[in-house]
Structures are given as C-alpha cells and as structure tokens.
C-alpha cells in the first residue's frame, strides 16, 4: 500500500513538473506547494498514470482540469429511469452473455465438493452430518438438482460494491448506514467491499445507481461461465487466487495475503475471463432470490427454467454467494449456496443490470 502511494505522488509529480515545465503552463510556485502536501489521492487523480497523455493534458487550460477535482469518474451512461440529479457513476461492469446452461451441482460435482471440504481443519465434520441444517453435506445438497436454466443478456459489477461508493447513497439519504461502528479498521475503509448489510441495503442500493441485484442463476452463469467451470477461474482450487477462509476454530486465513476483508479486486489472477473479480471470496453476495429446501434438502426443481428468480418465500432468507474471508474452499465453488436473513460481517453485494434493448 505505502509503495502504491509512493509511486502514484511520485507519477503525479512527475508529470505535472515535467508538463509544466515543457509548456509553461503549470507556475512552478503552485507545483512547489503541492508537493510536499500531498495526502489526498484525488488532488493527484488527473495525473495518475500519465505517460503520453500528460501532454494531452498540458495543453488544457488549468482551470478546467481542476474543476474536476474530487469529483467521480465521468460515466457515458445515464442509468436514471427517472429525472435524479447527482447520480454516482456505475461500478464499472461488464455484459454476460446468456443463454443456457446447468446451475448447480449434479451428485458427483457434490461428492466433489465434500471431498474438498475433507482436507480442512474440520474436514472430518464435513460428511455425515445431516442434523444441523448448514453442515456441509446438508448446505451442499441444496445445489441440486443440476437443471437447465436458460438466462437473458445481463451486465453485472466486475466488483463488490465498495464502502466508499455504499456510504454515497447513506450521504443521499437513500441507504441506511452499515451497521459497523464508524471507523472500525476491520471494516470501514473505503476501498473494502461493503459488510453489514442486509439484504434489502443491497437493493436499495443497487436500484439507487441505476440497477439491481443480480439473479442466483445470473450470478452463477457469471461465475460458471458457459463452459462449467468449478471455481471462477477454472476447475481447480488455487488458494492464492482469491480471500478465502477456513473451516476450523479460527475462521480467518491469512495464507492468500489477507487475514481479514481485501481491498476489492485484489485477486486479478482470480477474475473470471470475462474480467468479474472476488466472485470467489472476500465478501459473499447477497443475490435476489429466496433460498429453500424441499422435503429431501434439494435446492432447486428439477425441470428447466427461463430467467428463474427463485421461489416466492425462503425460511432461511435470502441466497447469498460466493463465499467470504471467513469460509473455507468448498465455499468458493460457483456452484456453492448459503442464506442468511440478516446483515453480517461477512456479506457484502454487487449489482447487475438489463442490458437495454
Ligand atoms: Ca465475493
């Protein structure tokens, strides 16, 4: 972290020494000041990995360039389906292809999934247990029946939705707070994916910037891909490739680099290829649909389905995916489901979007 700062204000100054002092644009004095006062990254943010484009940029009146100061990213969409003013810019996203494919597990990707479990600390926990209701084996067998689901086009956020960006839509008054203590390190900081809220927060604030929350069979497409993959970026566990947990008395694992939450989108090597990062851990995402069992703890029908949402009502709450910093490797299997009903420390979101016709 301190290095990405070093070299970001030393780029920054770079270029805005080197741009002034090529066009005569930038007043030494003014450069001389900033310098050394540097705390703020969005002063620097217009010289951020200038190379060639400094100067493009040099050639701007000064004037123009600072009225952008700590001001969002410009946005070429105006997702409003009403007139808003002050808007945040989208989450950068990106668009998934539909069409059909399996969701959820078939018996052998489950024993799979077991066998996976198996070599945690509590490995020997994870088969037989059919009493408690999030055992492994029980919370593993609601991913069948593997059916066919077959999806629209839809764009979801390459990342969880942020602290920074969530604490927009509290300062609209639009998102109630998270329900961390203000300043908790392990969890209000600003690049850290949301925690603490509940499932109805994630709505709220998915339809405030312009969207909602992602389907479970959107999510698990996005996450599978077409080609069924196991894991977001392929068919076999890499532990350094995402924040996970594990399944023993301490919860956190420090191994992948972070013990707690990660700054989002810290596992590129983890992205899906279509880019969609921290589908597998650091905070598990609440989804639109209602989770239920049937009589034999399946999850899912068996027939097929079109654009599926989920059943009317689920006891156990809302599904949420894709495991958290808190949860072993089976967890983050695309296929792997869990619910909750209330806001926790481990649950965060991202949103999806229609693709417009
Ligand atoms: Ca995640």
């Known amino acids: 972290m301190g290095g990405d700062w070093f070299l970001a204000t030393f780029f920054g100054a770079f270029a805005f020494l080197s741009g002034g002092g090529t066009y005569g644009i930038a007043a030494p004095a003014h450069s001389l000041q900033l310098a050394p006062s540097v705390r703020a990254p969005t002063v620097w943010a217009p ?6 484009a400094g100067l493009e940029r040099a050639r701007r009146p ?7 100061y700590g001001l969002p990213r410009a946005t070429d969409r105006a997702p409003a389906s009403g007139i808003v003013a002050l808007r945040p810019p989208l989450n950068r996203r990106v668009r ?11 018996t052998e990707e489950m024993h799979e999934a077991l066998e996976l479990c198996a070599k945690e600390p509590f490995g020997l926990r994870c088969r037989g247990d059919i009493e408690h209701v999030w055992s492994p084996e029980n919370a593993v067998r609601a991913e069948g029946h593997a059916h066919e689901v ?20 509290v300062a609209a ?39 909602r929350l992602p389907t479970e069979a959107e999510w698990e497409l996005a996450a599978r891909g077409h080609e069924n993959r ?11 490739l995402c924040n996970h947990g594990s399944f023993s008395d301490d919860e956190t694992d420090g191994r992948d680099g972070f013990v707690g939450l990660a700054p989002v989108g810290s596992f590129p090597d983890g992205a899906t290829p279509n880019g969609v990062l921290d589908m597998a851990g650091n905070v598990a995402e609440w ?8 009589e034999q703890q399946f999850g899912y029908p068996r027939r097929a389905q079109v654009n599926p949402k989920g059943p009317p009502f689920g006891i156990y709450g809302h599904v949420v995916r894709g495991g958290s910093y808190r ?3 089976h967890w983050m299997r695309a296929a792997a489901r869990y619910a909750s009903t209330i806001a926790e420390r481990r649950i965060g979101f991202r949103c999806a979007a229609d693709v417009a016709p």
């Open 47 to 52: 010289f951020a990995g200038v190379g060639a």
């Open 62 to 68: 000064q004037r123009i360039e600072s009225f952008w």
């Open 96 to 106: 998934i292809t539909g069409g059909r494919f399996v969701m959820g597990s078939t």
């Open 150 to 169: 077959t999806v629209d086009d839809f764009e979801i956020d390459v990342t969880e939705v942020t602290v920074e960006e969530y604490m927009r839509c």
């Open 173 to 211: 008054s639009r998102c109630s707070p998270p329900k961390f203590p203000p300043g908790d390190p392990r969890y209000d900081v600003p690049n850290f994916p949301v925690t603490h809220v509940t499932w109805q927060d994630a709505a709220d604030y998915c339809e405030w910037a312009g969207g």
């Open 230 to 240: 196991t894991f977001p970026w392929g068919n076999v566990y890499n532990p350094r």
């Open 287 to 294: 989804v639109y649909d209602w989770y239920e069992r049937d």
């Open 327 to 329: 949860d072993g490797a």
